[in-house]
């Protein structure tokens, strides 16, 4: 899934592929006896590949990750433990990249939900059949081709729900609103997070506050 470009010239980017190499990998290949030994840092999810993907893993666990392989080379390459890889796995890192780095799984959700409550907001009133088709369409294909699979996995889980209960409401924009915001909650809910309040799902996506905050 992960490839280094040629004219790639991001030494973080590369380190990771090269580390790739170096990690069990779902298939069970074990390239040493060492890498088989370490557990992958919290909160890494493995591709179906069984690479770190990096749109499914938050930016701290990725960094924890790439710190893990700049410990390892640097402890093959030398006896002393006070190398710079060792410093730099002692400091605490951002928890955000730069904003010219591919995302992951937090900066693609946030981005994602903006571009499917948007869909909502400009949703007509009534929607014809022929939009109601479309639509229906986008969400089957994008539930498949989410970059985060396991988030694809489990949102097309919940749309399939054997009740029929979360199947998309798609007759009109109050109505595909409301069942966007629901399934934004279902994965609050997985998360840990606060839900949001879906009275208000078209202030916040579509009008704007009653405060005027954004006029
Ligand atoms: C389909 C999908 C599945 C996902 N599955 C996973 C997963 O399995 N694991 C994982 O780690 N991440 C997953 N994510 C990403 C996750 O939902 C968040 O986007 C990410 O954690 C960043 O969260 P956030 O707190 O910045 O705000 P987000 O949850 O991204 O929300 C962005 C903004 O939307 C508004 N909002 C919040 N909830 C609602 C709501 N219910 N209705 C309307 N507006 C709302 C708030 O103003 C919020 O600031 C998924 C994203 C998508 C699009």
Redesign the pocket.
């Known amino acids: 899934m992960v490839e280094t470009q040629p004219e790639q010239t991001n030494s973080q980017y590369k380190g990771t592929a090269q580390m790739f190499q170096n990690f069990p990998t779902a298939t069970g290949s074990k390239p040493n006896d060492d890498d088989s030994k370490a557990p992958l840092p919290k909160g890494v999810v493995l591709d179906k590949d069984g690479k770190p993907c990096r749109t ?1 893993t ?1 930016v701290a666990s990725w960094r924890a990750l790439t710190k893990q392989a700049d410990m390892k080379s640097s402890a093959s390459t030398s006896t002393t433990t006070s190398t710079p890889a060792l410093a730099a796995a002692a400091t605490p890192s951002p928890s955000e990249l730069p904003s010219d780095c591919p995302p992951d ?10 571009l ?2 948007s869909m909502a907001a400009t949703y007509p009133e009534k929607a014809s059949t022929e939009h109601q088709n479309n639509m229906q369409g986008f969400l089957k294909f ?2 498949k081709l ?1 970059p ?1 699979w ?3 996995d ?2 097309q889980t919940w749309m399939a729900h054997p009740s029929g209960r979360n199947q998309p409401k798609l007759g009109s924009r109050k109505e595909f609103g409301w069942w ?6 279902e ?2 809910r ?2 840990g ?4 309040d ?1 009275r ?2 078209e202030e ?2 579509r009008s704007g506050w009653k405060d005027g905050r954004c006029d």
């Open positions: 499914c938050s799984v937090e900066q693609l959700g946030r981005s994602t939900w903006t499917l409550h994008f539930s989410y985060c396991v988030c694809a489990d949102f966007m915001c629901e399934a934004h909650n994965v609050n997985k998360l997070k606060k839900e949001f879906c208000f799902w916040r996506w």
